[in-house]
């Protein structure tokens, strides 16, 4: 700062200077007023020229400070402006930087809601889109570039979350179907509007198929137990009642108490497959140390079908591969898990194919080479019958609890609706999967596939027939 006063003085003292020189070298009989006025003038030249120098380093700050102060293209000065151009590129500096960290904040905010298995819309005052995610694109088949700005009540369509909107009632959410939902795959989605800052709305959604699903499976899964129990327990309060109040034949008496031990018999298999659900869902997956000999499996499944066609009074052909052409071909599992998935399908082939119908079961260990089939090294267990055959819009749901295609018909031969759900269970503890296959008047192929480490097979691997 003294520099600088220093240098103001230098110039004025050179204004006088000038001012002198031009005074004494004027015409002659100049007064005492005309020197004092070229002393003044040179002074008032200087001042004029000094401040000429300074605007130009403040005209350059200035242009700086205008374009946007950013520190890296600050300019070079010096003295008093250099050090004003110093303190503000320093403040510029500790700006960006504070810029930087909000917008490295905001951007991994960003990129969090990004990745939310849950959709985010971010509204303006009037509803406009401001951004959106990846999943509320899917949700509500908006377009994150091309609806920006666009008001959510012109995209979004559905009376209920029109209805939703209009009302501004924010306080519950609601329930819609997202914007690909078809009547095979329905799609459920739980929207809540949230209000924030100046007036703006934030939606959040989620998608809620598999939960209401999964209610409606249980609120079915309790209806069908109660009737299922219910009814046998109905005809045996009745038969109860009957011996109770009635003088009757020991014949009738007889027949009566047959019927009875049927009714409990039915509910004992419900209550049973019920327990070995449970067992099946609490339970962690079998390991590998127990193996089952699939000739094994073969021979015990071939006595359980013969006695079941016995009891239901029916002849079928049961065809079982012949004990020698198995090999020691064996499935690590648990054997109780195993033998009741290929019981039930055997049980099942049986009560739904006519009488005089055939009953078909095989082992093969698959080569790949079939597409859709199973991949090379797998074990397929698969019983195929010649039964009526399943329309295929059945098939998806066959595995649900208490699932029937035919109810009456099912209740007939003693069926109790929880069979393919077990067998389901135990393939998924088993690293397998249950495929079938089923054409109406063809029969149906309900077939075991086990992964690679569940099967030991020595015999010669073969495609699937």
């Not at 012109?154 to 519950?172: C, E, I, K, T």
């Not at 509007?193 to 598999?210: F, K, M, N, Q, W």
């Not at 649900?400 to 393939?427: N, P």
């Amino acid at each position: 700062m003294i520099a600088r006063l220093l240098g103001f003085v230098a110039w004025q003292l050179a204004g006088i200077a000038v001012g002198v020189w031009f005074a004494l070298r004027g015409a002659q009989g100049w007064g005492v007023w005309h020197v004092a006025f070229c002393v003044a003038a040179g002074m008032v030249l200087a001042g004029w020229l000094r401040f000429a120098v300074e605007l130009r380093p403040a005209l350059r700050l200035l242009s700086w400070m205008r374009e946007g102060a950013t520190a890296s293209d600050a300019p070079v000065l010096r003295g008093v402006w250099g050090e004003l151009v110093d303190r503000s590129r320093r403040r510029a500096r500790e700006s960006e930087r504070a810029l930087e960290q909000s917008q490295a904040r905001l951007d991994d905010i960003l990129e969090a809601l990004q990745a939310s298995p849950n959709g985010v819309v971010l509204l303006d005052a009037q509803g406009h889109i401001e951004w959106c995610n990846q999943m509320a694109t899917e949700h509500f088949g908006i377009e994150a570039q091309r609806d920006l700005m666009q008001s959510i009540g012109n995209l979004v369509r559905d009376p209920a979350f029109v209805a939703y909107w209009s009302h501004g009632d924010f306080s519950s959410g609601i329930t819609m179907p997202g914007s690909r939902s078809t009547a095979a795959r329905p799609i459920r989605l739980a929207v809540n509007l949230h209000r924030y800052g100046e007036g703006r709305t934030l939606i959040l959604s989620r998608d809620v198929t598999a939960v209401e699903q999964a209610e409606a499976m249980r609120r079915d899964f309790v209806a069908n137990v109660s009737h299922e129990i219910r009814t046998p327990l109905t005809v045996l309060t009745g038969f109860v009642e009957t011996l109770q109040t009635l003088p009757l034949e020991v014949s009738e008496r007889a027949h009566y108490l047959n019927l009875m031990a049927q009714q409990a018999s039915r509910m004992q298999g419900v209550v049973s497959d019920l327990l070995t659900l449970s067992r099946l869902e609490g339970s962690p997956p079998p390991g590998r140390s127990e193996s089952v000999p699939v000739a094994q499996l073969m021979t015990q499944g071939e006595q359980e079908g013969q006695a079941l066609s016995t009891v239901l009074g029916r002849k079928h052909t049961l065809v079982f591969p012949e004990t020698e052409t198995l090999g020691n071909a064996a499935l690590l599992g648990a054997s109780q898990e195993l033998r009741s998935a290929l019981s039930n399908l055997v049980g099942n082939a049986i009560r739904y194919t006519p009488a005089g119908g055939t009953i078909t079961v095989t082992w093969t260990v698959l080569d790949g080479r079939e597409p859709g089939r199973g991949a090379a090294g797998e074990g397929e267990l698969a019983v195929r019958d010649s039964g009526p055959g399943i329309a295929s819009e059945h098939i998806p749901r066959l595995t649900e609890r208490f699932y029937r295609v035919d109810r009456s018909r099912s209740r007939e031969t003693g069926g109790t609706g929880l069979g393919l759900a077990i067998v389901k269970h135990v393939m998924q503890r088993h690293g397998g999967r249950l495929r079938i296959a089923s054409q109406p008047g063809a029969g149906s192929t309900f077939a075991l596939v086990f992964p690679p480490m569940r099967v030991r097979s020595e015999a010669p691997v073969v495609a699937g027939k």
